[in-house]
């Protein structure tokens, strides 16, 4: 009988999947931790509980807790998919994007950054981080000499959203659809991003009247 084996230097590819299937599970419960919990009181134990699997694990992959959390503090793959819209319809897909980020995956992308007061030391590495990937990312594409005070203003308005979605859990909020959420809102993030432009929603109403 001849014993199939995979070629030298190449791994199978089920087992890669599931590799990162893992790392993306501990990423979210670690994620998912830091927007409740002070740095210092988040164990490896409870990050491990949640993802399904053993600390030891967690660090084979990610070496230990200070790196863990490295990960879990930097915004840019949140942002890549938060910023990922033509400037003039980026309002209405951030809204969305934040909307179904919380109904469908139970996670916000911007949320962390209002629990930086709990994390000491570690909350001074989020700020710096939220800053520089996400509002001065989104400063960066628009025009004007007060592009990094309206990127500001249309970030705020999203961990806004995000407080009253996802912790004070607006029941208005969250029953009505992601899209009609969206043409509501999003106008108004819009407005900051391209102001003096045409802000009429998709209708064609004026969502300024």
């Keep these: 009988m001849r014993t199939m084996t ?30 409740r919990h002070a740095h210092a009181d988040i164990t490896l134990k409870a990050v491990a509980e949640r993802a399904g699997v053993s600390p030891p694990l967690i660090l084979k992959y990610f070496g230990n807790k200070d790196a863990l959390f490295a990960r879990v503090m930097s915004f840019d793959t949140d942002a890549d998919a938060l910023l990922d819209a033509p400037l003039d319809a980026l309002g209405r897909h951030m809204v969305r994007h934040v909307v179904s980020s919380q109904r469908e995956r139970g996670a916000d992308p911007l949320l962390r950054i209002a629990f930086a007061p709990l994390h000491g030391d570690h909350g001074d590495v989020l700020r710096a981080n939220f800053r520089a990937q996400v509002t001065e990312r989104l400063a960066a594409r628009l025009a004007g000499p007060d592009a990094g ?9 999203l961990v806004g959203l ?16 992601t899209d009609a959420l969206a043409d509501r809102y999003g106008p108004a993030v819009q407005a900051q991003l391209t102001p003096g432009a045409d802000q ?6 004026d969502p300024r009247r």
């Design 200 to 205: 009429r929603d998709p209708a064609g109403a």
């Design 149 to 157: 005070l309206r990127a500001e203003l249309a970030v705020a308005a």
């Design 6 to 35: 995979t070629p030298p230097g190449q791994a199978p590819a089920p087992a890669r999947r599931d590799a990162e299937a893992t790392k993306a599970a501990i990423l979210k419960a670690a994620r998912h931790l830091l927007a």
């Design 162 to 177: 995000g407080v009253m979605y996802g912790i004070a859990r607006g029941p208005h909020l969250r029953e009505t659809g």
